[in-house]
T-cell receptor, first 114, second 113 residues
Framework: AQSVTQLGSHVSVSEGALVLLRCNYS??????LFWYVQYPNQGLQLLLK??????LVKGINGFEAEFKKSETSFHLTKPSAHMSDAAEYFC????????????FGDGTTLTVKP | DAGVIQSPRHEVTEMGQEVTLRCKPI?????LFWYRQTMMRGLELLIY????????DSGMPEDRFSAKMPNASFSTLKIQPSEPRDSAVYFC???????????FGNGTRLTVT
């Protein structure tokens, strides 16, 4: 069994400020973890993924996430927010086994203020 | 790579009518997923296929919903009869393996009046 909790359905930051979007997971087997971004009227796009290699994962658009097994977390960060980062962000977990499927969090809407 | 292609982008229909949504996955991807997204319920997995075979349809709301994948390059999601509560954005996604990243289409926005 697996689940994902995204803390905070809405996050607002000023342009240039740090972005921190929180994701905690539970999984009965070693997980693969993903962050996706969804812009208005579009499907989800992969930002980055963790698949049991390096715990600090770098993705597109300057985002990165760190896998912390002890905290069961996979928080998404970006040092300096840009107006174009305004979107909805989804964390997802998949089992690192031969079967199963991704489970998505409820999403966090990021607003960037000028 | 054209990505996952969904049609139509928008569909407006009257209650009781049949609706068919279409999806062409990325070539070489063995898994195909149908999701529904609403403000109230977020992103819900309806059904997924592996090598054209339905694996898990536990998310399909009721018998009015059906999905098929007659070949590796095409899938349909049908609602018959449609109801206003079916109004949502329906996404198709595909992946190479069950735990690979998903590639989403741009969705079909369905409005049932």
């Amino acid at each position: 069994a697996q689940s994902v909790t995204q803390l905070g359905s809405h996050v607002s930051v000023s342009e240039g400020a740090l972005v921190l979007l929180r994701c905690n997971y539970s999984s009965s087997v070693p997980p693969y973890l993903f962050w996706y971004v969804q812009y208005p009227n579009q499907g989800l796009q992969l930002l980055l993924k963790y698949t049991s290699a390096a715990t600090l994962v770098k993705g597109i658009n300057g985002f990165e996430a760190e896998f912390k097994k002890s905290e069961t977390s996979f928080h998404l960060t970006k040092p300096s927010a840009h107006m174009s980062d305004a979107a909805e962000y989804f964390c997802a977990v998949s089992p690192n086994t031969n079967a199963g499927k991704s489970t998505f969090g409820d999403g966090t809407t990021l607003t960037v203020k000028p | 790579d054209a990505g996952v292609i969904q049609s139509p982008r928008h569909e407006v229909t009257e209650m009781g009518q049949e609706v068919t949504l279409r999806c062409k996955p990325i070539s070489g991807h063995d898994y195909l997923f149908w999701y529904r997204q609403t403000m109230m319920r977020g992103l819900e997995l309806l059904i997924y296929f592996n090598n054209n075979v339905p694996i898990d349809d536990s998310g399909m709301p009721e018998d009015r919903f059906s999905a098929k994948m007659p070949n590796a390059s095409f899938s349909t999601l049908k609602i018959q009869p449609s109801e206003p509560r079916d109004s949502a954005v329906y996404f198709c996604a595909s992946s190479r393996h069950h735990n690979s990243p998903l590639h989403f289409g741009n969705g079909t926005r369905l409005t049932v009046t």
